[in-house]
């Protein structure tokens, strides 16, 4: 069994200590990336540069600088630029793309000591729920490698809960940090939509995507979100308003917090496992001082159609660029309409192209009005939904998803299928507001032990707010067992 990491406030002291250098950090995960080869976790390790990259934190902390995250392995989901590294998005047309700049969040990482030691495998452009649709291959579940590790961020979560890293950076479109952080038990994090600089994100849904961190431990992506956060010219859309403290209040207990239960979020359809952990997670809150009751987001049943409007239209935009000519890999062909054909058939999976489809088909002429622009009518009703329950109450809880990990090859066949297992999670995308998912217990699904993790979702900005519950609950919760991946390194 690969041993836990201590917290990453714990590593990075121990290495501005001088107790290990980050070199030393870097080659541990160096050698679990190796173990673990096995889960499809990782596109692309560069080991050589990894080195260099934490040596060069050793001179920085030798020569007095006071790195946050001195030497502290990271992991990045393949749709986040890093200078000179592939960045896929597990995609064959972007196979050998390398930018030639830094996403904003990696490079405030940088900047504060982390090492990032591998590009993760994903959803191709994000687009998915179990991480099957990689060109590359699918993720396994360390908990059960039969079982999805979720997606879209399927590599990132796989590689916190196998023991890899102590800390990952995913991107959530409509739930893309949350349902693999859930399935995999490791805490994550969906920021407010512009608390988090997008640039250097390679485009899924322009108002809906917010990087965010996969971790461990709810301090973890604490202090994490405290790095990344902040305001950047180079995204209109990141706010400049200053970031709140979201680390050292974590201790504030939820005595007079009042927690919602969404009853849209607990009727048919989930499995009783599921029920029952969120039933736990508000027992020990009400019992630790917080007032539970019981609220409605009645328009939740149009969540999904309305994301799949939305998402699919910003898909056909966004991606549009990727056509062999402007960007990504060419193909062979005698005219220009039969090269973008071809490029854009050889190098997109099927449910990208299928996603890219819809979404042209929704902004044509003549139905525009139909599908779009009603999704965002809709969208406006979700989002009035949330402000009204947060004047009652000051965060919700409930699911994540509607059942723990489900196999893999399960859902592959039926779209809507899988699209639906997003149920509880685009929600807080469409109407901009910040998720965090974390384990609450281990449970008995289909035969097997699998994580059941719960959802937190506040007002905009509520990060403080979210980020100290989740500790608490994690603090009363006691340890969970890890991963049985059994691996060792």
């Not at 029952?276 to 009400?286: D, E, I, N, S």
């Not at 299928?354 to 406006?380: C, E, K, N, P, Q």
């Not at 399960?410 to 807080?428: F, G, H, N």
Request: aromatic content about 6%; some cysteine.
């Amino acid at each position: 069994m690969t041993a836990p990491w201590p917290s990453i406030d714990a590593l990075a002291a121990s290495v501005r200590s001088g107790e290990r250098s980050a070199a030393e950090t870097v080659r541990t995960a160096l050698k679990r990336i190796s173990a673990h080869e096995d889960l499809g976790a990782f596109l692309h390790v560069d080991e050589a540069r990894a080195l260099d990259d934490a040596q060069a934190v050793d001179r920085r902390v030798g020569a007095g600088d006071d790195l946050p995250l001195a030497g502290v392995p990271v992991a990045l989901k393949d749709n986040l630029c890093a200078r000179g590294s592939p960045t896929t998005c597990g995609s064959r047309i972007l196979e050998h793309f390398a930018p030639p700049y830094d996403a904003t969040a990696v490079a405030r990482l940088q900047q504060a000591g982390a090492v990032v030691v591998g590009k993760t495998n994903l959803d191709e452009f994000a687009m998915g729920s179990s991480n099957e649709n990689s060109a590359f291959g699918p993720v396994k579940n360390p908990w059960d490698t039969t079982r999805a590790p979720g997606g879209s961020s399927g590599g990132s979560a796989a590689a916190v809960a196998a023991g890899i890293v102590p800390v990952a950076l995913g991107s959530d479109t409509g739930g893309s940090i949350r349902q693999p952080a859930a399935f995999c038990g490791t805490v994550g994090l969906k920021p407010t939509y512009g608390r988090v600089s997008r640039y250097g994100l390679v485009a899924f849904g322009s108002s809906l995507d917010q990087i965010g961190p996969l971790t461990n431990r709810v301090s973890d992506a604490a202090l994490v979100l405290a790095i990344m956060a902040g305001g950047d010219p180079r995204d209109a859309t990141c706010s400049n308003d200053p970031v709140p403290d979201v680390v050292s209040g974590l201790d504030g207990g939820v005595e007079g917090l009042r927690v919602g239960l969404p009853k849209e979020y607990l009727g048919d359809g989930i499995e009783p496992c599921v029920r029952q952990a969120v039933a736990t997670a508000a027992q020990r809150l009400a019992a630790d001082g917080a007032e539970v009751r019981e609220v409605s987001l009645p328009h939740t049943p149009y969540a999904i159609p309305a994301y799949y409007v939305v998402a699919t239209c910003e898909a056909s935009s966004n991606l549009a660029r990727f056509d062999g000519i402007h960007y990504g890999r060419r193909a062979e062909a005698p005219n220009l309409s039969s090269t973008y054909e071809r490029s854009r058939t050889e190098g997109l999976g099927a449910e990208v192209r299928r996603r890219i489809l819809l979404g042209t088909f929704a902004l044509s002429a003549g139905h525009y009005d139909a599908y779009y622009d009603r999704a965002m009518r809709v969208r406006t009703l979700i989002r009035r939904d949330f402000e009204q329950a947060f004047d009652s109450v000051d965060l919700l809880l409930s699911p994540a998803g509607p059942t723990p990990a489900f196999r893999l090859g399960e859902k592959t066949q039926d779209p809507l299928e899988m699209y639906l297992a997003d149920i509880l999670t685009v929600a807080a995308n469409l109407a901009g507001v910040p998720g965090l998912v974390v384990p609450e217990c281990v449970g008995e699904f289909e035969g097997a032990a699998l994580p059941i993790g719960v959802q937190l979702m506040g007002p905009m900005w509520s990060e403080p707010t979210l980020l100290r519950v989740g500790h608490h609950l994690e603090r009363t919760r006691g340890e969970m067992p890890a991963a049985p991946t059994g691996g060792t390194a």
